[in-house]
């Protein structure tokens, strides 16, 4: 499995934007998917994850009512919409796919995508 993020990029507190990734292979709709992300010094961080079915859904509590995430198991996708952006929310941010039913722990992830910068101006 390969998993491909994209959508990241600038935008100024307050803002939205919407990161995808999308996965190749046959077995996506069997796995549960995940967003996490790392700042510059820190370790990489739970943000989102979702079942396989899309039926259930976790975040971090620095993502609740802000972050939402959602899967397209026809389009091999899984999206992260996030608004009201922080500065604090600076980081690149990767997506990865786990076994488990929703996995908020990076040891539970068996592949990962190359990352996407999100920047968040003050």
């Known amino acids: 499995v390969q998993l491909q993020a994209s959508g990241g990029g600038l935008v100024q507190a307050g803002g939205s934007l919407r990161l995808s990734c999308v996965a190749s292979g046959r077995t996506f709709s069997t796995y549960s998917m995940g967003w996490f992300r790392q700042a510059p010094g820190k370790e990489r961080e739970f943000v989102a994850a979702v079942s396989w079915s899309g039926g259930r859904t976790d975040y971090a509590d620095s993502a609740k009512g802000r972050f939402t995430i959602s899967r397209d198991n026809a389009k091999n996708t899984v999206d992260l919409q996030m608004n009201s952006l922080k500065p604090e929310d600076t980081a690149v941010y990767f997506c990865?796919?786990?076994?488990?039913?929703?996995?908020?722990?990076?040891?539970?992830?068996?592949?990962w995508g190359q990352g996407t910068q999100v920047t968040v101006s003050s």
């Open positions: 990865g796919l786990s076994a488990q039913t929703v996995a908020t722990n990076r040891a539970n992830y068996l592949y």
